[in-house]
């Protein structure tokens, strides 16, 4: 069993389509489960939702096969290592919430998700004591995770890899002095790609949060966060030296980069399978710092010889 789906229905996590409940649902997912196998919690998303069948996120992103053929729909659980070939994958859980309204009301809808989601992870540690969940989150589902990991115990949560976050750094800071966030191990996943997201965002919700989006990022001001800037050169090359190298940007703007981009899903699968050390990577990444609009307004596409044959979407 690597993929389960599992739902926010309201501040409740309830399993996809309702045919069995939650606990017997963990029960059978986690039963026999390796140690050292990662649980894996994927969070979508803007405009994603549970009730409209069309835009569904577990026949997308969060399916191992989804049924959408645009290229953004790329198989988190199945790039991430979760096949179906055996419980020493570990579990993935597929978590949906209602983002597909406006960015306004998903916003406000993310901290519900987020709660139903601290719930989830509390039934897990309920039934695997000791066991840290990972979240992998794009965009406003990095509101959710966030949301979640400030309402649990410490120890919870282990690695929270944010894609192109779209959330405030004024709303991450709680989080990460929460009794769960003082030990995960945050990777905050930003680029130039996503500056006019970032910027519409402080533009247009901030009366919800206000100052700078993570898209700016937190620095190394916190020694268990670590922000990732995928559009810098020298980064893209310290990432090659440690074997993962990833696709460069061929796009000025792209909100799915930190996702669609080669190479970017198999880093997460390395960090949260423990191939690739957080404190390793952490201590080899260069601090990259760009001003915003600095891709959009004329740098020219970065070339590394990296091993891809131009496939990065365009």
């Avoid at 026949?59 to 191992?64: E, T």
């Avoid at 290229?71 to 978590?95: D, N, Y």
Wanted: aromatic letters at 6%; proline letters at 8%.
């Amino acid at each position: 069993m690597p993929l389960i789906q599992v739902n926010a229905a309201g501040e409740r996590p309830e399993p996809q389509g309702g045919a069995v409940r939650l606990g017997p649902l963990l029960d059978r997912a986690l039963e026999g489960l390796a140690p050292r196998a990662p649980v894996a919690v994927l969070i979508h998303g803007l405009k994603f939702s549970l009730s409209d069948p069309a835009q569904s996120p577990h026949r997308h992103i969060l399916a191992l096969e989804p049924e959408d053929r645009c290229w953004k729909a790329v198989s988190w659980p199945r790039a991430l290592g979760f096949t179906g070939q055996g419980r020493a994958e570990g579990l993935c859980i597929a978590f949906g919430w209602e983002a597909g309204r406006n960015v306004w009301r998903a916003y406000d809808e993310a901290p519900r998700a987020g709660r139903a989601l601290a719930r989830l992870i509390e039934a897990i540690r309920v039934r695997a004591p000791g066991r840290r969940v990972d979240l992998l989150a794009h965009s406003l589902g990095a509101r959710v995770a966030l949301s979640a990991m400030g309402a649990l115990d410490e120890a919870a949560v282990g690695h929270a890899v944010l894609m192109a976050p779209a959330e405030f750094a004024s709303a991450a800071r709680p989080a990460l002095c929460s009794a769960a966030g003082r030990q995960a191990r945050v990777l905050n996943v930003t680029s130039g790609e996503n500056d006019l997201y970032d910027w519409l965002l402080e533009r247009f919700v901030a009366r919800r949060g206000g100052g700078p989006t993570l898209g700016r990022g937190l620095g190394r001001t916190e020694a268990n966060w670590t922000d990732l800037r995928i559009d810098d050169a020298d980064t893209l090359a310290a990432l090659a030296r440690l074997g993962h190298p990833v696709a460069p940007p061929e796009r000025r703007i792209c909100h799915w980069s930190p996702y669609a981009r080669p190479g970017m899903l198999g880093l997460y699968a390395a960090l949260i399978r423990g191939e690739l050390p957080y404190d390793l990577l952490r201590a080899r990444l260069p601090e990259a710092q760009a001003a915003r609009w600095s891709r959009l307004l004329g740098l020219p596409r970065v070339e590394l010889p990296l091993p891809f044959a131009g496939n990065a979407p365009s």
